[in-house]
């Protein structure tokens, strides 16, 4: 090797294996094909079931609530796509797979997610002015088997949630659906004692309010990681200072830490190291970074001067 001489390097740690111990990063998604099959399953029973007593109730909370499960189908459904999707073989054209549909269905079901509920909080000011009749039994019931089937499903993705945002926003679809169930009871029980039918429109309201601020973080999330942006619980500092605190490495420059999916995430970087570099450097400074901040798919080039005129070295060229 030249005294300028580079070496461009993709090192997959442990001979390419993406899992490892380190909390918050899971690299090995597990396969949640049997809690979406469930999950939509339940849920399109309910829907159906919930959709026909709020027409026959003349109640717009459980009208409401059937949308919000109705959106949930969809996104589980697209979730479930998403996640079959990112098994895919890389291709030619497609060279980290189709890993990245993961981030997509998260976001759409965030963006579906709050389209519904300004859908319903119209539809309940609307309502503000013509107050209507309301079973309050009939909509306790019904929302009480919604409280059931809401919860059973976001229990299959409670295992799932820290590790991968298409997971997570399942799980919390599902966990924020059997709230709202809750609450849809307890106005059932205030119409029926008191006759207040405003407590309908109020209910809906309610909900989609908390379904907005439930939703917000994972609309949050799932945009910056569909621009590219290091993902949640990654700090980039402490991983350019990792970098620059490797054996020999005297600089550090070009570094990019970017989600592939919901659960991968990729790094590149140039490292200056005067003594040049090996496989065996290589191979440590991967499984380092994947160990302490998850990163499993390492790619390094190491140049052996300061003095290379690297056109990348600049921290604002890309």
């Known amino acids: 090797m030249t005294e300028h001489a580079d070496r461009s390097v993709s090192?997959?740690?442990?001979?390419?294996?993406?899992?490892?111990?380190?909390?918050?990063?899971?690299?090995?998604?597990?396969?949640?094909?049997?809690?979406?099959?469930?999950?939509?399953?339940?849920?399109?029973?309910?829907?159906?079931?919930?959709?026909?007593?709020?027409?026959?109730?003349n109640s717009l909370a459980l009208v409401a609530d059937a949308g919000h499960n109705l959106s949930d189908v969809l996104g589980l459904a697209v979730a479930w796509a998403a996640a079959v999707l990112g098994k895919r073989a890389p291709t030619p054209r497609y060279t980290y797979g189709m890993?990245?549909?993961?981030?997509l269905a998260a976001l759409f079901n965030a963006v579906i997610l709050l389209v519904a509920m300004g859908a319903i909080a119209w539809e309940a000011v609307r309502r503000f002015g013509e107050p209507a009749p309301v079973a309050g039994?009939?909509?306790?019931?019904?929302?009480?088997?919604?409280?059931?089937?809401n919860g059973i499903t976001a229990w299959l993705f409670a295992s799932g949630r820290e590790g991968d945002l298409n997971v997570k926003g399942a799980f919390l679809h599902?966990?924020?659906?059997?709230?709202?169930?809750?609450?849809?009871?307890?106005?059932?029980?205030?119409?029926?004692?008191t006759g207040w039918r405003w407590l309908d429109p109020v209910?809906?309201?309610?909900?989609?309010?908390?379904?907005?601020?439930?939703?917000?973080?994972?609309?949050?999330?799932?945009m910056r990681m569909s621009l590219g942006a290091v993902p949640p619980g990654i700090d980039p500092d402490a991983v350019r200072a990792?970098?620059?605190?490797?054996?020999?490495?005297?600089?550090?420059?070009?570094?990019?830490?970017?989600?592939m999916s919901t659960t991968e995430v990729a790094l590149?970087?140039?490292?200056?190291?005067?003594d040049g570099t090996d496989d065996a450097f290589l191979m440590r400074a991967a499984r380092e970074l994947r160990d302490r901040f998850g990163i499993a798919h390492?790619?390094?080039?190491?140049?052996?001067?300061?003095?290379?005129?690297?056109?990348?070295?600049?921290?604002?060229?890309?």
């Not at 009480?144 to 089937?149: C, R, S």
């Not at 590149?268 to 005067?274: A, I």
């Not at 390492?298 to 890309?318: F, I, K, N, R, Y």
């Open 268 to 274: 590149t970087s140039h490292l200056v190291r005067p």
């Open 203 to 222: 209910t809906s309201l309610l909900i989609a309010a908390a379904v907005v601020w439930s939703t917000w973080g994972l609309l949050r999330d799932s």
């Open 99 to 103: 890993m990245g549909s993961s981030i």
């Open 242 to 259: 990792h970098l620059r605190g490797l054996e020999g490495v005297t600089a550090v420059h070009d570094l990019h830490v970017w989600p």
């Open 11 to 57: 090192a997959l740690s442990d001979g390419g294996g993406h899992e490892h111990d380190h909390s918050g990063h899971a690299h090995a998604p597990v396969d949640f094909g049997k809690a979406f099959a469930v999950g939509i399953g339940l849920n399109v029973a309910f829907v159906i079931v919930e959709a026909v007593y709020g027409v026959w109730s």
């Open 137 to 149: 039994t009939t909509v306790m019931v019904v929302a009480g088997i919604g409280i059931l089937i």
């Open 174 to 193: 599902m966990a924020a659906d059997a709230a709202v169930s809750a609450g849809v009871v307890v106005a059932g029980l205030l119409i029926a004692l």
């Open 298 to 318: 390492v790619t390094l080039q190491v140049e052996t001067s300061e003095a290379t005129a690297c056109a990348l070295a600049p921290d604002g060229v890309v």
